[in-house]
């Protein structure tokens, strides 16, 4: 079976500050992998995808996150984070010839203004 | 209007009282699941169902049951509610290849 492991649950971060949030999974065939973010009292929102091509992923909001298949991970990475981004992160994954998506148990972000 | 369209939004019920939760999507998509929220827990998946005829049980489908009306009706029952099934749950549908699309969620509080 599959899982996710999101190595921080919480990080706090001031303005302007980099960010390297990660992700790391289990499952030794094909996976497609996700990024989603939820802001407060709101419901998920797909920030990222990857499912084959090029291992560095550009989403929305100046989001990237590099797959890296030897390490099993999925890190999500922004060079500065704004007030705006505080919100819950979740890392999934959806192993193919599986067909539901697994998800890590989320890190929450809180930047300080 | 939305993608996935849940109802009701927020609902307060008590200890053993049935209670269902409805989700619908104009997404076209046969693919829907039902999955709850916990603080520090992600998100678990409860029930999923590949299209009308179709059906499975996700990691924590005990207390639960699901319908599938039709392709973009999708409803989760809890037969006699409890306490601890007070959570966040949401509904979702997905594409071939497509994430998953959510809905905005039901707060549920079982007292």
């Known amino acids: 079976a599959q899982s996710v492991s999101q190595h921080n649950h919480h990080v706090i971060l001031s303005e302007a500050a980099s960010l390297e949030l990660g992700c790391n999974y289990s499952y030794g065939g094909t996976v497609n992998l996700f990024w989603y973010v939820q802001y407060p009292g709101q419901h998920l929102q797909l920030l990222l995808k990857?499912?084959?091509?090029?291992?560095l992923v550009k989403g929305i909001k100046g989001f990237e996150a590099e797959f890296i298949k030897s390490k099993f991970s999925f890190n999500l990475r922004k060079p500065s984070v704004q007030w705006s981004d505080t919100a819950e992160y979740f890392c999934a994954v959806n192993a193919v010839g599986y067909s539901t998506l697994t998800f890590g148990k989320g890190t929450m972000l809180l930047v300080s203004p | 209007d939305a993608d996935v369209t849940q109802t009701p939004r927020n609902r307060i019920t008590k200890t053993g009282k049935r209670i269902m939760l409805e989700c619908s999507q104009t997404k076209g998509h046969d693919r829907m699941y039902w999955y709850r929220q916990d603080p520090g827990l992600g998100l678990r998946l409860i029930y999923y169902?590949?299209?009308?005829?179709?059906?499975n049980k996700g990691e924590i489908s005990d207390g639960y049951s699901v319908s599938r009306q039709a392709q973009a009706k999708f409803s989760l029952s809890l037969e006699s509610a409890i306490p601890n099934q007070t959570a966040l749950y949401f509904c979702?549908?997905?594409?071939?290849?497509?994430?998953?699309?959510f809905g905005s969620g039901t707060r549920l509080t079982v007292v």
């Open positions: 169902s590949f299209d009308v005829k179709d059906i």
């Open positions: 990857y499912f084959s091509g090029d291992p």
């Open positions: 979702a549908t997905s594409g071939p290849d497509s994430g998953y699309t």
